[in-house]
């Protein structure tokens, strides 16, 4: 079946250092979306990007859709503590209706 | 608008009870699904419903059962609970059946002994 892996699976950053996860899929995909969930929490949309090698900003966060729509990353610049959470990717493929793939997740720590 | 809710927020059950994990969502929305998060493996799919009356299975579907008899509702049976299906169950919504942005309901935690 699909899968979407993801790294690394823990990250800790110290408050104001950049932070990046990456995504990455064997078969192109249709689309992928990238969600935060905070501890305790649940996921909460974030973005979505569909087309080749495209490009979004979100204050301090970068998500990117490499060309061949196999990969993306989510970028986050001079983390801060509001950014701890879990990140996870969920692939999309053309081929399984509405149903999305994600990842295992990042876990990020941001020590003040 | 409430969004997507679910109950219980915390359950726990003997192995072999059974029960139903309620999911609402007043968006009218048409794709509804059932996830497992649990730690290290992300969230799986279980069941998803593409609209009242027809319901498919996702990656993990052994062991509950799914229907859609309104556009509102998605219940999620256990028939025999497991303790391998300790988990946090997760609902979600989306308009649109293209992979559209999905809104989670608060979650429930299951813990079968």
């Known amino acids: 079946g699909q899968q979407v892996m993801q790294i690394p699976q823990y990250q800790h950053v110290q408050e104001g250092e950049d932070f990046t996860t990456y995504c990455n899929s064997s078969t192109t995909l249709s689309n992928i979306q990238w969600y935060k969930q905070r501890p305790g929490g649940h996921p909460v949309f974030l973005i979505q990007l569909v087309k080749s090698g495209e490009v979004k900003k979100q204050k301090r966060l970068t998500f990117q859709f490499g060309e061949a729509k196999k990969n993306s990353s989510l970028h986050i610049t001079a983390t801060q503590t509001t950014d701890v959470g879990t990140y996870f990717c969920a692939g999309h493929y053309w081929d399984t209706g509405n149903q999305f793939y994600f990842g295992t997740g990042t876990s990020l720590t941001v020590i003040p | 608008n409430a969004g997507v809710t679910q109950t219980p927020k915390f359950q726990v059950l003997k192995t072999g009870q059974s029960m139903t994990l309620q999911c609402a969502q007043d968006?009218?929305?048409?794709?509804m699904s059932w996830y497992r998060q649990d730690p290290g493996m992300g969230l799986r799919l279980i069941h998803y419903s593409v609209g009242a009356g027809i319901t498919d299975q996702g990656e993990v579907p052994n062991g509950y059962n799914v229907s859609r008899s309104t556009t509102e509702d998605f219940p999620l049976r256990l028939l025999s609970a497991a303790p391998s299906q300790t988990s946090v169950y997760f609902c979600?919504?989306?308009?649109?059946?293209?992979?559209?942005?999905?809104?989670f309901g608060p979650g429930t935690r299951l813990l079968v002994l």
């Open positions: 968006m009218n929305h048409e794709y």
């Open positions: 979600a919504s989306s308009h649109g059946l293209g992979g559209e942005t999905q809104y």
